[in-house]
Each structure stands twice: as structure tokens, then as C-alpha cells.
């Protein structure tokens, strides 16, 4: 399995930004899917954002476009950029990965098999 380590979350108020970050080892597969996920106070685990080989990407609709998912394949870490934060954006935010020879790119938890042990993020209005 991949180990996983998420970094960057904090305290913001509503509009303003973050970066995480995820740092990838443990791991000789090339062919991996990674994402973020959230978790919010007495919700469900949820899909944000996913990128599949040669970047391909897919967002959760709720977030109109304020969420970027991108990797550093160089330095083995997956970045997501949050603008435009909201208090409803609170929430655990975890990182995974999966090997697979296609990303399905559906915002599936079920189909990661690898995870990080979260960052939290916390938006005050």
C-alpha cells in the first residue's frame, strides 16, 4: 500500500484559502489514482476532487469550480488548492490512492484502498 501524509490544513474565515498538500511513498506502481476527501462533522466521508493518469480530473459538483486538484508526479505529493472557503467546507480532509490501470474518476470512497490520516480544515464565518 501507498503511506500517505496530508499537510496544510488550519482555522480560515469564510473566503479565504488553503493548500494542502499530500505526500506519496512506500510505493513502485505508477499506474495510481489519488484524491481528497472530506469528512464533516455528523456527514458522511465524501469525494472533493480526483486526477487519474495524464491529469485528467473530476471535481464534486457542489463546489462550482473553487477546488484544484494537481500532482508534482517529481516530487510524489498531490496538491489541492481550496479558494473562496465557506463554512460548510469544514470538515477532515483525507487523501487517498488506489493502483489501477483505469481511473474510474467517480468520486468512489470504496474504491481507495489507501488513506492519510487527515488534515483538518476549519472555516469560521
Known amino acids: 500500500q501507498v503511506q500517505l501524509v496530508e499537510s496544510g490544513g488550519g482555522s480560515v474565515q469564510a473566503g479565504g484559502s488553503l493548500r494542502l498538500a499530500c505526500a506519496a511513498s512506500g510505493y513502485t506502481d505508477s499506474r495510481l489514482c489519488m484524491g481528497w476527501f472530506r469528512q464533516g462533522p455528523g456527514k458522511e466521508r465524501e469525494g472533493v476532487a480526483e486526477?487519474?493518469?495524464?491529469?485528467?480530473?473530476k471535481y464534486a459538483a457542489s463546489l462550482k469550480g473553487r477546488f484544484t486538484i494537481a500532482q508534482d508526479n517529481a516530487k510524489n505529493t498531490l496538491y489541492l488548492q481550496m479558494n473562496s472557503l465557506i463554512p460548510d467546507d469544514t470538515a477532515m480532509y483525507y487523501c487517498a490512492a488506489y493502483a489501477t490501470n483505469f481511473c474510474h474518476l467517480d468520486l468512489g470512497t470504496w474504491r481507495y484502498n489507501s488513506w492519510g490520516q487527515g488534515t483538518q480544515v476549519t472555516v469560521s464565518s
Open positions: 486526477i487519474g493518469r495524464f491529469g485528467v480530473t
